[in-house]
């Protein structure tokens, strides 16, 4: 018995319509291996720690004088001046690492009946001057010695401390980013090797910020900044690896 051409063209059909699912599902098939391949990831964090010293010191040394006439406050304060001046420079400084940070003069009267019809004036001028050197070591035996000044006469107000700052941090980043990338890789093997997977390439990864602070205590800044020479950077990246 001859088949008909129309029996012929559906079986023609059939045939190219399963050809079509299987290999379909074929493609299926792969793409969910894939996605699920990306799904199995775990999440390390990696730490980089270094220990530095400031590379600039920032002296802002406030001062005062206080009176009923602004000719005898001034000279208190130019004298005041002049000893800090001289100070700085025994210890090596030379006019161009000192500058005057600020100046302000606050005057009023005082109209107390006891004082006569007039009152009385009282003036007030603050002054600072800032010592900005990368003599670090030097700066800090001035501070230290310090009060050679007070027993000049030179009454310091609070917060004439020295602040050092670690600037060359741009120096220290790429190694201590590969450090941290590798801390974190061997946090992922090792879960890996817990769980019976092994680590593949990086899925995605976030570099946070960098840290300086004192060498013994906690907090910092990205630019650094301490009462202390003695720092450390310290930088903590995330990464995500894919698991095999």
Same mark, same amino acid.
């Given at each position: 018995?001859?088949?008909?051409p129309?029996?012929?063209?559906?079986?023609?059909?059939a045939?190219?319509?399963?050809?079509?699912?299987?290999?379909?599902?074929g493609?299926?098939?792969?793409?969910?291996?894939?996605?699920?391949?990306?799904?199995?990831?775990?999440?390390?964090r990696?730490?980089?720690?270094?220990?530095?010293?400031?590379?600039?010191?920032?002296?802002?040394?406030?001062?005062?004088?206080?009176?009923?006439?602004?000719?005898?406050?001034?000279?208190?304060?130019?004298?005041?001046?002049?000893?800090?001046?001289?100070?700085?420079?025994?210890?090596?400084?030379a006019? $161009?690492?000192?500058?005057?940070?600020?100046?302000?003069?606050?005057?009023?009267?005082?109209?107390?009946p006891?004082y006569?019809?007039?009152?009385?004036r009282?003036?007030?001028?603050?002054?600072?001057?800032q010592?900005?050197?990368?003599?670090?070591?030097d700066?800090?035996?001035? $501070? $230290?010695?310090?009060?050679?000044?007070?027993r000049?006469?030179?009454?310091?107000?609070?917060?004439?401390?020295?602040t050092?700052? =670690?600037?060359?941090?741009?120096?220290?980043?790429? $190694?201590?980013?590969?450090?941290?990338?590798?801390?974190?890789?061997?946090?992922?093997?090792? =879960?890996a090797?817990?769980?019976?997977?092994?680590?593949?390439?990086?899925?995605?990864?976030?570099?946070?910020?960098f840290?300086?602070?004192?060498?013994?205590?906690?907090?910092g800044?990205e630019r650094?900044?301490?009462?202390?020479p =003695?720092?450390?950077?310290?930088?903590?990246?995330?990464?995500?690896?894919?698991l095999?």
């Open positions: 018995m001859t088949d008909s129309r029996a012929n063209s559906l079986v023609i059909a045939a190219i319509l399963a050809g079509g699912m299987i290999a379909g599902g493609w299926l098939g792969h793409n969910i291996a894939e996605t699920r391949l990306a799904d199995r990831s775990v999440t390390v990696g730490l980089a720690e270094r220990d530095v010293t400031a590379d600039l010191a920032t002296w802002t040394l406030a001062f005062s004088s206080t009176g009923n006439d602004v000719a005898p406050v001034q000279a208190k304060i130019d004298r005041d001046t002049a000893a800090i001046r001289a100070y700085l420079k025994r210890y090596g400084f006019d $161009a690492e000192v500058a005057t940070a600020g100046v302000s003069v606050n005057q009023w009267v005082d109209n107390n006891a006569g019809t007039e009152g009385r009282n003036v007030t001028v603050r002054q600072r001057l010592l900005r050197t990368t003599k670090v070591m700066a800090r035996r001035a $501070a $230290a010695g310090v009060s050679e000044l007070v000049a006469g030179v009454a310091l107000e609070e917060g004439s401390n020295v050092y700052s =670690f600037t060359r941090l741009e120096s220290v980043k790429p $190694a201590m980013i590969a450090t941290a990338t590798r801390d974190a890789r061997r946090g992922a093997e090792q =879960f090797k817990d769980s019976g997977s092994g680590v593949g390439g990086i899925k995605h990864a976030a570099q946070g910020y840290s300086v602070g004192p060498r013994d205590g906690e907090g800044s650094g900044g301490a009462d202390t =003695f720092q450390k950077v310290r930088v903590v990246t995330t990464i995500d690896f894919y095999d």
